[in-house]
């Protein structure tokens, strides 16, 4: 186990170290720089300029550069921002984790609950309901219900606040904070958790239907056990178990925030701030947040692959 | 009557998108306290749907018992509601079944699916459970109880599996064994020691066994009365050493000629002419016909009653009745 992973540590950095180089030359390379984009600026200047920020230096030097803060832990400033990169993540990356965590945390409660009823039902009018209300809400757009909701919950019937992360002014402390933060967040969380539940639930229900055909199934209702105990003792741990490399996906989506979600609810994610700094090429910023999602996306992977050993005894990891 | 098991006109039937199947159709069967039934026929016939119908396990919407009654230590099971049924499996009526390599949940130790039927009809306390399960598992001929206790299904073979599955059956001692081709999976040297392990807890208890089966070797070994299943319905019953002594309907001689004999040198096994028919396409007539060297013209268009051919045997075919005569 442990030379297991070891040996997997070492694939990791091998990989990290490839798409770093990957990542950066794909941002230094696209056309334009975080200089040319301002037009106050003379000739002269922006050479200048292009001087004190490194970037007329050859691509192999800067990335040279990079990697050697990146190692010892310093990822550079935002060129817009004047601001550590890091710093700017932490300020960001927990309000898009407050929305993610939630939403996921209930997009998987709500699907494996309605996709073991519905594979239990197959074909009842509940499975026939819930597969009819999944393929709706997975063919509206984002942007579509989050805009409806906002017309109808906020703006007519005034019970939620349409954006933001507090109320314009506030300064609130302490369980008022709590509670205006869990208001303004409400309505986003919605929209996340519609549009993630259909396709978990029909996976879930479709792992379900598989599992209950299952030989070990008809032993267990043979040996006499509730229905409740059949299901979620026997099928639902064998149904879960593909679920696990979804796990390793969602590490990465927990802290990479939702461009549209962030942008409609004019929640301060690391989405939106994603979104600026690459229109203004604000390169290590850029650089600094793809490679966090890498990191997560390896780690992620990882994970999944250790869990699966715990969770099915039929799976050797070497 | 002694019968612990009393089925009549049992029918179990399909729906599917072509038609209704009638997978078992009006048979009638008696179990006898302590004795061992066989139910003999090749795939389709009906023999584990017969089975799957006594348990109540008969999957629906699809599947349903359509008719007929099940009569087991006095109570009607097609009368009995989910929740006393469910007291029933693996209490009274316990049942092992094929493919012994996955009819144990894969994620769940031994020891723990051991336990369940002690712990849900037994209410043993989860150490007295523990107790019992190692005196099973010990009890079906495995050593190192407590290693396999702790382990996975697929660190067993399929014998010790099998094994496995007849200690969970017999865990709360019930009065009858199902065994749906319980030795159809395994190598033959298993297939003694499994039938053996069978013969053995069926003489130390009272048990009851009925045994499905399409291999005539294993009806030969356990048996003490054998029915023959054929599309659903039963051509054939009798004791055991007559039928096979003295077969009367043409399907079961068959059976039994297409089986070899040690010492006797054929070039070419016998095998039964045709194939079973399609069963949505099933007019009233002898299921056989087609595939019956004996046919008549009244094989064709009528069914054949269970008639008393022997002193303990009954065959269904028109070659036993009274001539009827068709224009």
């Given at each position: 186990?442990?030379?297991?992973?070891?040996?997997r540590l070492i694939y990791m950095l091998v990989i990290l170290l490839a798409a770093s180089f990957l990542v950066f030359s794909l941002y230094a390379l696209t056309p334009g720089d975080f200089i040319s984009g301002n037009m106050k600026l003379s000739p002269e200047r922006k050479a200048e300029l292009r001087e004190i920020y490194?970037?007329?230096?050859?691509?192999?030097?800067?990335?040279?550069?990079?990697?050697?803060?990146?190692?010892?832990?310093?990822?550079?400033?935002?060129?817009?921002?004047?601001?550590?990169?890091?710093?700017?993540?932490?300020?960001?990356?927990?309000?898009?984790?407050?929305?993610?965590?939630?939403?996921?945390?209930?997009?998987?409660?709500?699907?494996?609950?309605?996709?073991?009823?519905?594979?239990?039902?197959?074909?009842?009018?509940?499975?026939?309901?819930?597969?009819?209300?999944?393929?709706?809400?997975?063919?509206?757009?984002?942007?579509?219900?989050?805009?409806?909701?906002?017309?109808?919950?906020?703006?007519?019937?005034?019970?939620?606040?349409?954006?933001?992360?507090?109320?314009?002014?506030?300064?609130?402390?302490?369980?008022?904070?709590?509670?205006?933060?869990?208001?303004?967040?409400?309505?986003?969380?919605?929209?996340?958790?519609?549009?993630?539940?259909?396709?978990?639930?029909?996976?879930?229900?479709?792992?379900?239907?598989?599992?209950?055909?299952?030989?070990?199934?008809?032993?267990?209702?043979?040996?006499?056990?509730?229905?409740?105990?059949?299901?979620?003792?026997?099928?639902?741990?064998?149904?879960?178990?593909?679920?696990?490399?979804?796990?390793?996906?969602?590490?990465?989506?927990?802290?990479?925030?939702?461009?549209?979600?962030?942008?409609?609810?004019?929640?301060?994610?690391?989405?939106?701030?994603?979104?600026?700094?690459?229109?203004?090429?604000d390169y290590p910023l850029l650089v600094g947040f793809t490679m966090l999602i890498a990191v997560l996306t390896v780690i992620g992977t990882l994970l999944s692959d250790i869990l699966y050993h715990v969770a099915d005894p039929r799976v050797k990891l070497q | 009557m002694n019968d612990l098991l009393n089925i009549e006109h049992l029918s179990t039937h399909f729906k599917t998108e072509e038609?209704?199947?009638?997978?078992?159709?009006?048979?009638?069967?008696?179990?006898?306290?302590?004795?061992?039934?066989?139910?003999?026929?090749?795939?389709?016939?009906?023999?584990?749907?017969?089975?799957?119908?006594?348990?109540?396990?008969?999957?629906?919407?699809?599947?349903?018992?359509?008719?007929?009654?099940?009569?087991?230590?006095?109570?009607?099971?097609?009368?009995?509601?989910?929740?006393?049924?469910?007291?029933?499996?693996?209490?009274?009526?316990?049942?092992?079944?094929?493919?012994?390599?996955?009819?144990?949940?894969?994620?769940?130790?031994?020891?723990?699916?051991?336990?369940?039927?002690?712990?849900?009809?037994?209410?043993?306390?989860?150490?007295?459970?523990?107790?019992?399960?190692?005196?099973?598992?010990?009890?079906?001929?495995?050593?190192?109880?407590?290693?396999?206790?702790?382990?996975?299904?697929?660190?067993?073979?399929?014998?010790?599996?099998?094994?496995?599955?007849?200690?969970?059956?017999?865990?709360?001692?019930?009065?009858?064994?199902?065994?749906?081709?319980?030795?159809?999976?395994?190598?033959?040297?298993?297939?003694?020691?499994?039938?053996?392990?069978?013969?053995?807890?069926?003489?130390?208890?009272?048990?009851?066994?009925?045994?499905?089966?399409?291999?005539?070797?294993?009806?030969?070994?356990?048996?003490?009365?054998?029915?023959?299943?054929?599309?659903?319905?039963?051509?054939?019953?009798?004791?055991?050493?007559?039928?096979?002594?003295?077969?009367?309907?043409?399907?079961?001689?068959?059976?039994?000629?297409?089986?070899?004999?040690?010492?006797?040198?054929?070039?070419?096994?016998?095998?039964?002419?045709?194939?079973?028919?399609?069963?949505?396409?099933?007019?009233?007539?002898?299921?056989?016909?087609?595939?019956?060297?004996?046919?008549?013209?009244?094989?064709?268009?009528?069914?054949?009653?269970?008639?008393?051919?022997?002193?303990?045997?009954?065959?269904?075919?028109?070659?036993?009745?009274?001539?009827?005569?068709?224009?």
């Amino acid at each position: 186990m442990s030379t297991y992973i070891s040996k997997r540590l070492i694939y990791m950095l091998v990989i990290l170290l490839a798409a770093s180089f990957l990542v950066f030359s794909l941002y230094a390379l696209t056309p334009g720089d975080f200089i040319s984009g301002n037009m106050k600026l003379s000739p002269e200047r922006k050479a200048e300029l292009r001087e004190i920020y490194g970037l007329n230096k050859p691509l192999l030097e800067r990335y040279l550069i990079w990697m050697k803060n990146a190692l010892h832990g310093n990822f550079g400033y935002s060129l817009s921002q004047q601001t550590p990169v890091l710093t700017l993540f932490n300020q960001y990356i927990w309000n898009s984790f407050l929305l993610a965590v939630v939403s996921t945390f209930l997009t998987w409660v709500i699907a494996v609950i309605i996709g073991v009823i519905a594979a239990y039902k197959q074909y009842s009018w509940f499975d026939t309901l819930v597969m009819i209300g999944i393929f709706a809400a997975m063919s509206l757009p984002s942007f579509f219900i989050g805009l409806f909701l906002i017309k109808t919950l906020a703006v007519d019937l005034h019970w939620l606040p349409p954006g933001g992360m507090l109320t314009t002014g506030s300064s609130s402390t302490g369980l008022a904070y709590v509670k205006e933060v869990i208001q303004h967040m409400t309505l986003p969380v919605i929209v996340m958790t519609l549009l993630g539940l259909g396709s978990l639930t029909r996976y879930f229900r479709s792992n379900m239907i598989d599992v209950i055909k299952q030989d070990y199934i008809r032993t267990a209702r043979a040996k006499g056990l509730s229905e409740r105990k059949v299901l979620f003792t026997h099928a639902l741990r064998n149904a879960l178990l593909p679920a696990i490399t979804l796990v390793g996906f969602e590490l990465p989506a927990l802290f990479g925030g939702s461009l549209i979600i962030e942008k409609i609810f004019n929640w301060p994610g690391i989405g939106q701030l994603y979104m600026q700094s690459f229109g203004l090429r604000d390169y290590p910023l850029l650089v600094g947040f793809t490679m966090l999602i890498a990191v997560l996306t390896v780690i992620g992977t990882l994970l999944s692959d250790i869990l699966y050993h715990v969770a099915d005894p039929r799976v050797k990891l070497q | 009557m002694n019968d612990l098991l009393n089925i009549e006109h049992l029918s179990t039937h399909f729906k599917t998108e072509e038609g209704t199947i009638k997978a078992v159709d009006d048979i009638s069967l008696h179990v006898r306290k302590g004795e061992t039934v066989c139910i003999v026929g090749e795939s389709g016939c009906g023999k584990s749907i017969t089975a799957m119908s006594i348990m109540g396990l008969i999957e629906g919407p699809a599947g349903k018992v359509a008719g007929g009654s099940i009569h087991f230590d006095g109570r009607d099971l097609t009368k009995l509601n989910r929740h006393e049924l469910r007291h029933l499996r693996g209490n009274e009526i316990a049942m092992i079944f094929q493919e012994p390599m996955s009819s144990l949940n894969p994620v769940i130790t031994i020891g723990e699916q051991i336990v369940e039927p002690l712990r849900v009809h037994l209410n043993l306390s989860r150490r007295d459970a523990h107790t019992r399960a190692i005196e099973l598992i010990e009890q079906v001929g495995i050593s190192r109880p407590e290693q396999i206790f702790r382990s996975y299904p697929h660190e067993l073979s399929g014998g010790m599996l099998q094994r496995i599955m007849i200690a969970i059956a017999i865990s709360c001692n019930p009065k009858l064994l199902i065994a749906d081709e319980p030795t159809t999976a395994l190598d033959v040297t298993i297939q003694a020691q499994i039938l053996d392990l069978l013969r053995r807890f069926k003489e130390d208890s009272d048990m009851s066994i009925l045994l499905i089966t399409h291999d005539l070797g294993v009806v030969a070994e356990m048996a003490d009365y054998v029915i023959v299943m054929y599309s659903g319905k039963i051509v054939e019953e009798g004791e055991v050493t007559q039928l096979f002594a003295n077969p009367k309907h043409p399907y079961t001689q068959g059976l039994l000629r297409s089986k070899p004999v040690i010492n006797q040198r054929q070039d070419e096994l016998y095998s039964i002419p045709g194939q079973v028919p399609n069963p949505l396409e099933l007019q009233p007539s002898c299921y056989f016909h087609d595939r019956c060297e004996h046919c008549m013209a009244v094989c064709r268009m009528e069914e054949p009653n269970l008639k008393k051919v022997g002193e303990q045997q009954k065959a269904a075919c028109w070659l036993y009745e009274e001539a009827k005569v068709y224009a």
